[in-house]
């Protein structure tokens, strides 16, 4: 009788390459496109993606790992950049941080905003030269033309993987301002999270806990956490 044929196990590794490393098991190597693999700036971000390709196992796509995807997003950036750099500016005009509840809302909840959020604006003026006007409502308002050239200036002047970093984060916060200063190092993804859900930490606590708010919190808790690690590990030598 035949034995059983073995599987052999799914052993992705990382190899140096011109530019970078990829990541890749036997002959195949990720990649963005047919022919194209994914050369990512350090080791310690190959190894994490390797790390992550073979807890998910071989038939994963790489959309779906989500440092993978970060990544392969960065490659993209290199093509798309303007409109990227483009769309996290339109944040500028309508940002967390910048509209505060009015005078009809509870004191505890304003006293929240201001201290979550005033350090936050002091940062953009002193560090980046954006002072940012706060409205008190939901009034639209239109910032100076000083002070989105003072963020253009600090978008564009991101390496890809920050450009990305800061993509994901001002898409989860709903704030450019917040996303730049995670990027920046000026704070971390749980002072991020914690500014970002200001509002509805606030409700839950005066109405009760909501489960499937707390789960949509807890996914902005984690894709910050990715952001910041993928940031990190996009740095490490």
Sequence with gaps: MAKPTETAPFEPNVAETAGGFTVGAGKRRIST?????LVLPTRSLAEAIRDEWKAAGPR???GQLRLGNL???TAAAMVDRAHIEDTLLSYAE????CYWSGDEAPEPLRGRQASAWQPMLDWARTTLGADLKVA?????????????????????SLSPAELIALRMASAVTGSLVIGLGLVRGAWDADRAHAAAVV????QMERWGIDLEAEVAL????????????????????
């Design 33 to 37: 496109a047919p022919g194209v693999p």
């Design 60 to 62: 994963t796509r790489l």
């Design 71 to 73: 990544a392969a997003a």
């Design 94 to 97: 309508t940002d967390l941080v």
């Design 136 to 156: 008190r409502g939901i009034v639209p308002m239109r910032q100076e033309a000083a002070t989105l050239a003072a963020l253009r200036t600090a978008v564009t």
């Design 199 to 202: 509002d509805e930490r606030f």
């Design 218 to 237: 807890e996914a902005k808790r984690r894709d910050l956490a990715d952001a910041a690690r993928f940031l990190r590990l996009s740095r490490e030598a």
